[in-house]
């Protein structure tokens, strides 16, 4: 037993190792003394080899007989393991990294390099854009705002052609400039289908801070304007965000002051024609003095005419003054029914003339509320043709046609 347990030290065998050896041991030597054959009772012997770190418990045929020593039988189970057997046998992941040899980047192609028919049929080359350009045409394809404003409805024909604005779209990037201010606009209300003509009215709007637009919707919302204004203010005056909240305050104590109205009037007015927040006031004050001197019609006058038709705020001093001339010395109406009817400011002269015309020449021109067959002015001016005839000058429409050749 001294000899076995000298050989297991020299081998170095661990300790598991070491009880299983034994337990065969000492099995062996039992079967030994009882003249029996020795047998390996665990099964891991059982397969002819086992290997215990670095070392191989080699099992050949069972001994043939009792009488073998045992030191003779330890000798011949175990054998140093030989790693040359196994060279062959190396895991993935054995080697060390810092043995691994780095592979070295490939090196870059030459310029000069000479290139194979289908090497240089796969080389994809971008078109080089244009220094210097007149039209927007040439940098669509490449920019990818002006790809999507063109598919917005943007017409860029028309916007290059204004100063400064084809290098300032040039210069905006879609996600961080546009995008933002687009999903803005919708959420004020500005339909989609508005948003192209929109932005080639006002392309400026683009350059405007997140905080001074959302400051300025905030000012209206204040002064009791509701979405659904807002939105048609915005729609239809597509410069009205690109105005400090001083000026639009500004703007609407103007009209509150000039024209006497109170808030809720004064509101009506500017959303039925919001371009007056935006545009020039010297046309108003100009056509305010015109109604008031040249027309001569009342403060109070002046303001049921501008509350029912707010674009005469803006409206052609010329035409103005043409229309009401014609009305109040030609045909005889007076002040009073012109401030009843102050939509016919909206029409165009020649229409009152021709209609006024054959009705004089029918027998039928009566103005006069007080008198039979009155023609008011409303129905004078904004029937269609088939039904002033047929409701009004009790005539046919090839009469009324015939009639205006003559003219």
Known sequence: MLNCVMVFASLQLCRRCLALQMRSLSSGLRSTRAGQTPVLQDSAFSSGRWRFRGHRLCTTAQPNSGNEAVAGSVGNWLVPFNHSHHQGEVKPNSIPESQCAELEAAPPLSPFAELSEDDAVQISVHPVLPAVSVTLRDYVDQSETL????????????????????????????????????????????????????????????????????????????????????????????FLLNFSVERLDNRLGFFQKQLGLNVQKTRDLVTRLPRLLCGSLEPVKENLKVCKIELGFQENEIQHIVTRVPKLLTANKKKLTGIFDYLHNTMGIPHSLIVKFPQVFNAKLLRIKERHLFLKQLGRAQYDPAEPNYVSLDRLVSLPDEEFCTAVAMASLEDFEMFQKTL
Do not use: C, W
């Open 147 to 238: 790809s999507k404003l063109v598919l917005l409805g943007v017409d860029l024909s028309k916007l290059e052609q204004r100063p400064n604005v084809a290098n300032m779209l040039l210069r905006l990037d879609f996600d961080a400039d546009v995008k933002e201010r687009l999903l803005f606009l919708k959420e004020v209300g500005v339909e989609e289908t508005k948003l192209g003509p929109f932005l080639t009215k006002n392309p400026f709007i683009l350059t405007e801070s997140m905080e001074k637009l959302q400051a300025r919707v905030s000012y209206l919302k204040v002064k009791k304007f509701s979405s659904e204004a807002i939105a048609r203010m915005v729609s239809e005056a597509p």
